[in-house]
């Protein structure tokens, strides 16, 4: 899943859409802030979330989420851990 407020990223990745709207600024609308996006995040259980530096610092309340289920693998990418999961 993409934490951004970009909604390009779900056409160029062919990512599956698990929340309401790909921009992650009108999720937060549609299902509140003050981690219940980030609860919805959750449930989903992504294998990989890819976000960066702008959607982490307007939308942090995913980063409790990031630092105990998921890695970096990049600056800017996490995946599940022990995911089976390969990013190139």
């Known amino acids: 899943m993409a934490w951004s407020s970009d909604a390009w990223l779900y056409v160029?990745?062919?990512l599956p859409l698990g929340l309401p709207t790909p921009p992650i600024d009108n999720?937060?609308?549609l299902?509140?802030?003050q981690g219940k996006l980030a609860q919805a995040v959750a449930v989903?259980?992504?294998d990989m979330i890819?976000?960066?530096d702008d959607a982490l610092t307007g939308f942090s309340e995913i980063k409790p989420?990031?630092?105990s289920l998921y890695?970096?693998?990049d600056h800017e990418q996490w995946t599940m851990v022990g995911s089976a999961t390969?990013?190139?």
Do not use: F, K, N, Q
């Open 86 to 88: 390969t990013i190139s």
């Open 27 to 29: 999720d937060e609308v």
């Open 65 to 67: 989420l990031l630092s």
């Open 71 to 73: 890695r970096a693998v």
């Open 12 to 14: 160029i990745a062919d």
């Open 50 to 52: 890819i976000t960066g």
């Open 31 to 33: 299902l509140g802030s």
């Open 44 to 46: 989903l259980d992504p």
